[in-house]
T-cell receptor
Framework: SAVISQKPSRDICQRGTSLTIQCQVD?????MFWYRQQPGQSLTLIAT?????????ESGFVIDKFPISRPNLTFSTLTVSNMSPEDSSIYLC????????????FGPGTRLTVT | AQTVTQSQPEMSVQEAETVTLSCTYD???????LFWYKQPPSRQMILVIR??????QNATENRFSVNFQKAAKSFSLKISDSQLGDAAMYFC?????????????FGTGTRLQVTL
């Protein structure tokens, strides 16, 4: 498996501000994924981030609201921009480790509360 | 599009007993993977077990095993000798086997309580 860390683990933010979430992996991975988990809900894929290319966003998610960076094979950031209370969720980073691409592992998540 | 259905929002099991969590999925593909993930209250998603569709043998990982019925598109998780640490949300997930960019599709989850 891959060891994935996220920063911050939680934050409380005011509406209209932005928060950048960092995801660090202990091994080089080609594909990284960002998910949102709203309270009591299942996981929804926001975007797929490959190193060296633009992130691919799922329906309902746009780059202006959720810009993603992927500067190298072990790191990515997700920014939640111009936040509203509806953005209050857990945001999870996920990877498919090299040699085990049929499996997918998740970071501990970032719990975001927007007031 | 593929869909994953977990019809049991909550389940309860006594410690040391066995419980089965249900999952059905809908797909027209023949090559795919199925997974069970566990999310304890601390929220870290943990991969419990995976099943490749081309394998007839049901996957087993210690106390966790699956009953994979491909024709019925059913993929249940059996937890034997339940422990307090098994209390969590359990998510069933599907992934197409075609293409490296194929995505995970999750069910809505089953919350498992383990009682003494």
């Amino acid at each position: 498996s891959a060891v994935i860390s996220q920063k911050p683990s939680r934050d409380i933010c005011q509406r209209g501000t932005s928060l950048t979430i960092q995801c660090q992996v202990d091994s080089q991975v080609t594909m990284m994924f960002w998910y949102r988990q709203q309270p009591g809900q299942s996981l929804t894929l926001i975007a797929t981030a490959n190193q060296g290319s633009e992130a691919t966003y799922e329906s309902g998610f746009v780059i202006d609201k959720f810009p993603i960076s992927r500067p190298n094979l072990t790191f990515s950031t997700l920014t939640v921009s111009n936040m509203s209370p509806e953005d209050s969720s857990i945001y999870l980073c996920s990877v498919r480790p090299p040699g085990r691409g049929y499996e997918q592992y998740f970071g501990p998540g970032t719990r975001l509360t927007v007031t | 599009a593929q869909t994953v259905t977990q019809s049991q929002p909550e389940m309860s099991v006594q410690e040391a007993e066995t419980v089965t969590l249900s999952c059905t999925y809908d797909t027209s593909e023949s090559d795919y993977y199925l997974f069970w993930y566990k999310q304890p209250p601390s929220r870290q998603m943990i991969l419990v077990i995976r099943q490749e569709a081309y394998k007839q043998q049901n996957a087993t990982e210690n106390r966790f095993s699956v009953n994979f019925q491909k024709a019925a598109k059913s993929f249940s998780l059996k937890i034997s000798d339940s422990q307090l640490g098994d209390a969590a949300m359990y998510f069933c997930a599907y992934r197409s086997g075609t293409g490296t960019a194929s995505k995970l599709t999750f069910g809505t989850g089953t919350r498992l309580q383990v009682t003494l």
